[in-house]
């Protein structure tokens, strides 16, 4: 099977897949999207993600759309090791901190807003930092009342929770969003970052990454 991923290295959504890719043990083709250069709203792209938005998955010629969705067929068609618990309830529950991070945190602060915010409603930058920081802290608050006090977002292996949870940290960083409220975020942001499948998604090690200038 053939896996392209159209991605661009800090979009926290394409980084929730590579991450599942990477926990997967699978290979794959990457192309870059550059949203710096607004490549996603190119037609030829367009074609492919009729949005205009990264994360896309081509899987021989056929085209998978929205992280979560492609995360959710991945774990069907290579269930090893699996990303959902067994039970319904957990299943709901690891969904749940999925959507609290990809349907109510990442959206408010999505490229395409902010430059709607500094464009067009002309908001000053300290009045942009503010607005990602408040729905950022805001889903945060939820999701450290729902983790547990040890191991990752549910349970003893990394899940779809935690591809969508250090994206989101990275974000957070990113924007210097204090996550010292944030305890048990930390202590899963911690884990992932010595585990081999999240270092190798890591933004910063893609090859489209900034890299510092020699
Ligand atoms: N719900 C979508 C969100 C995709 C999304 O918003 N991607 C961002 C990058 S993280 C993007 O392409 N932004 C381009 C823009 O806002 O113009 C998913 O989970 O795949």
Not at 82 to 93: E, I, S
């Amino acid at each position: 099977m053939q896996l392209r991923l159209h991605g661009y290295w800090r979009s926290t959504a394409a980084y929730r897949v590579r991450i599942a890719l990477a926990l997967k043990g699978l290979d794959v083709e990457q192309a870059t999207i550059d949203l710096r250069k607004a490549e996603q709203g190119a037609a030829g792209y367009r074609a492919i993600q009729p949005q205009g938005l990264v994360p896309a998955l081509e899987v021989d010629g056929r085209v998978l759309i929205q992280s979560l969705p492609i995360i959710e067929w991945l774990d069907e068609v290579f269930p090893q090791p699996p990303l959902l618990p067994r039970d319904p309830f957990g299943r709901a529950h690891v969904r749940a901190l999925a959507a609290i991070v990809a349907s109510d945190m990442h959206p408010l602060n999505n490229l395409r807003v902010l430059k709607r915010l500094r464009e067009d409603l002309h908001a000053s930058e300290p009045a942009v930092t503010a607005w990602i920081s408040e729905w950022s802290t805001r889903g945060f608050v939820a999701l450290e009342a729902l983790l547990p006090a040890r191991g990752w977002s549910f349970g003893d292996q990394p899940g779809l929770a935690d591809c969508c949870l250090i994206p989101q940290v990275y974000s957070a960083q990113r924007f210097d969003v204090d996550l010292t409220p944030f305890p048990k975020v930390r202590r899963i942001a911690a884990l992932a970052s010595e585990h081999p499948a999240f270092r190798l998604a890591h933004p910063d090690r893609q090859p489209d990454a900034d890299r510092p200038a020699s």
